[in-house]
């Protein structure tokens, strides 16, 4: 079945660049039917949706974040990476990445990476 | 922004137990809403998408309706595997948001 894993350093300093992939394995990152989103949950707190990209490159952000978020997409590896520039400690969170199924009108983020916690430290 | 606000924050209740956990949009949201199973250390987990459709292979205990503005999502017999955060989220528009989250505890 579909399975995300996403992968990059753990820990980042201030005003540095978080740069994470998400491999997709089991399945094309390029089918139609298909975003490819970064949900974000700082410790003890609600979820976050980040953005989310389709297979052509084309991408949405959350405005909250959209002056330092680059989300990309390489279909011949299967992996879509996020890059959040000039980082503090508020950007300290688990990450996630999933599949958002868009099959028509109503859409659902399923499945999710395991995500990984990235602390911003100096 | 929607704003999606979940009450209660935490319950705990026993197995067997019925439990309603309710959210509501700081607009109509029409039906484009989601709900999710989150246990610790873990990735959240689709339950019911669309208001009312269930996952595959998520148990019928579970189900959700609603329209609008406010939903709810029912356990019918709790189980001492559902203790977990379940949380709300709206699909209806970007940016897409979600409810802050209910602590489940199965006493």
């Known amino acids: 079945q579909l399975q995300l894993q996403e992968s990059g350093p753990g820990l980042v300093r201030p005003s540095e660049t978080l740069s994470l992939t998400c491999t997709v394995s089991?399945?094309?990152?390029?089918?139609?039917?298909?975003?490819w989103g970064w949900i974000r949950q700082p410790p003890g707190k609600g979820l976050e949706w980040i953005g989310s990209?389709?297979?052509?490159?084309?991408?949405y952000y959350n405005p909250s974040l959209k002056s330092r978020v680059t989300i990309s997409v390489d279909t011949s590896k299967n992996q879509f990476s996020l890059k959040l520039t000039s980082v503090t400690a508020a950007d300290t969170a688990v990450y996630y990445c999933?599949?958002?199924?868009?099959?028509?009108?109503?859409?659902?983020?399923?499945?999710w990476g395991q995500g990984t916690l990235v602390t911003v430290s100096s | 922004d929607i704003q999606m606000t979940q009450s209660p924050s935490s319950l705990s209740a026993s197995a067997g137990d019925r439990v309603t956990i309710t959210c509501r949009a700081s607009?109509?949201?029409?039906?484009?809403l989601n709900w999710y199973q989150q246990k610790p250390g873990k990735a959240p987990k689709v339950l019911i998408y669309?208001?009312?459709t269930l996952q595959s292979g998520v148990p019928s205990r579970f189900t959700g309706s609603g329209s609008g503005t406010d939903f709810t999502l029912t356990i019918s017999s709790l189980q001492p595997e559902d203790s977990a955060t379940y949380s709300c989220?709206?699909?209806?528009?970007?940016?897409?948001?979600f409810g802050q989250g209910t602590k489940l505890e199965i006493k």
């Open positions: 999933a599949r958002r199924v868009q099959p028509g009108a109503p859409n659902w983020f399923d499945p």
């Open positions: 089991g399945g094309s990152i390029s089918s139609s039917s298909y975003y």
């Open positions: 990209v389709y297979y052509s490159g084309s991408t």
């Open positions: 607009q109509s949201i029409s039906t484009y």
């Open positions: 669309a208001a009312s």
């Open positions: 989220q709206q699909s209806y528009a970007s940016p897409f948001t």
